[in-house]
């Protein structure tokens, strides 16, 4: 990928970049909408995502490329003009510009910027949170600032809530610059407070994308987020993660129907979070899995944020040999399914699913037998 970039950029701007940066993709294991809630998820960051090249400019220009939309966009240093339609893409970056100076980080000046990419966008991978944090880390570099870690996450979640205007949690930016091999990201949200979890060896995992998206995706988001406060409020705290479940069932008299299952699945996904990270721990990969389809189940009938598509890759996964559960990845409402399995489950059993799946619904998902990988990083 590196290579690919340095022919990218120098194609596009007849030099090469003096820093380049990439930060990864990530899977949600577990800890399906709970992050903004106050919860804790479960994330791993996978070997795809982000790269990013930058070589500094003296005239107080930026130009933007990237290998998935056509031309260059260019604005002056003192601009952060928006982008819309095709050139959409670049409020990432110009996000992450924004949100500098809210975290005492000085805005970078004129440059050129490339980005490429291998991460299936749509596929709810996360490629955002990737070119949020692959940016903020080549813009410190071209700045000469060494912010810590959690400083770059959390201009990356800024810039998405703030820039892009997704109210999103910490999740996505959190385990893409804390990712490390052959570990999972364990989120607290409210901290927050990052740390990683070994993964056992005999851990796969796959993803099926659909490439469905409902077409109100992001207002559905934005929905199920104020659902969520507005059951907090009632409940009378400030974040559902202060709710048990057992406090919860004391009160659900008090939340509309709709209300009560959206805080259901909050307050029971959180409890299965902290089973999960001590089914890890002990090894038991069976009982990781069982909580991974419950976590979906919750999605489907709870929460409401499946899709006929998706629930039936979860129905025929979770059937097939070797796979120890299943569940939506991701925001939901169309996007990728992820199955943990045993090293047995291959590409033929993989290829059996996509196949059942296209009797039904007329089209092939991607398969991707996804490796684990390491956070955000310079990579010169
Ligand atoms: C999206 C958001 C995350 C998180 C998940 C659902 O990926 O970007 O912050 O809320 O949905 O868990």
């Not at 559960?325 to 939901?332: E, H, I, V």
Request: hydrophobic share 40%; charged share 20%.
């Amino acid at each position: 990928m590196k290579s690919a970039l340095i022919a990218k950029f120098s194609q596009a701007y007849g030099r090469s970049p003096e820093i380049i940066a990439r930060a990864p993709g990530r899977i949600e294991f577990i800890g399906n909408h709970t992050d903004y809630n106050g919860g804790t998820v479960l994330g791993a960051a996978i070997d795809r995502g982000v790269w990013v090249g930058l070589a500094r400019r003296e005239d107080g220009l930026r130009r933007f490329a990237s290998d998935q939309r056509e031309g260059i966009i260019s604005q002056c240093a003192d601009q952060l003009a928006k982008g819309t339609g095709q050139a959409s893409w670049v409020n990432y970056p110009l996000g992450v510009i924004a949100a500098f100076p809210h975290f005492g980080l000085k805005a970078p000046g004129g440059f050129d910027y490339y980005a490429i990419s291998d991460l299936p966008v749509g596929a709810g991978l996360s490629s955002s949170a990737a070119i949020e944090l692959a940016s903020a880390l080549a813009f410190v570099a071209a700045t000469g600032q060494e912010p810590d870690r959690e400083t770059l996450v959390k201009v990356g979640k800024h810039a998405e809530n703030n820039f892009v205007g997704v109210p999103c949690g910490i999740l996505d930016q959190g385990v893409s610059g804390f990712g490390r091999k052959d570990h999972l990201v364990f989120i607290d949200c409210r901290g927050p407070r990052f740390d990683t979890v070994p993964l056992p060896s005999q851990a796969h995992f796959w993803i099926f994308n659909t490439h469905t998206k409902h077409a109100l995706v992001d207002g559905l988001y934005a929905a199920r987020h104020r659902e969520c406060m507005e059951a907090a409020r009632t409940l009378g705290v400030g974040l559902l993660v202060e709710v048990t479940p057992a406090t919860l069932n004391a009160n659900l008299a008090k939340l509309e129907p709709t209300a009560g299952k959206r805080a259901r699945h909050v307050v029971e996904e959180i409890a299965r979070v902290d089973e999960a990270g001590q089914a890890l721990r002990a090894g038991n990969l069976a009982a990781v899995g069982r909580l991974l389809t419950a976590s979906h189940r919750s999605s489907q009938h709870l929460f409401e944020n499946s899709t006929p598509e998706l629930d039936f890759l979860v129905d025929t996964l979770v059937a097939a040999p070797h796979v120890y559960g299943s569940r939506l990845t991701g925001g939901g409402f169309g996007g990728a399914v992820m199955a943990l399995t045993s090293p047995d489950f291959g590409d033929v059993q993989a290829q059996a699913v996509a196949d059942a799946y296209a009797r039904k619904f007329g089209a092939k998902p991607d398969i991707l037998h996804a490796q684990t990988g390491d956070g955000a990083q310079l990579c010169r």
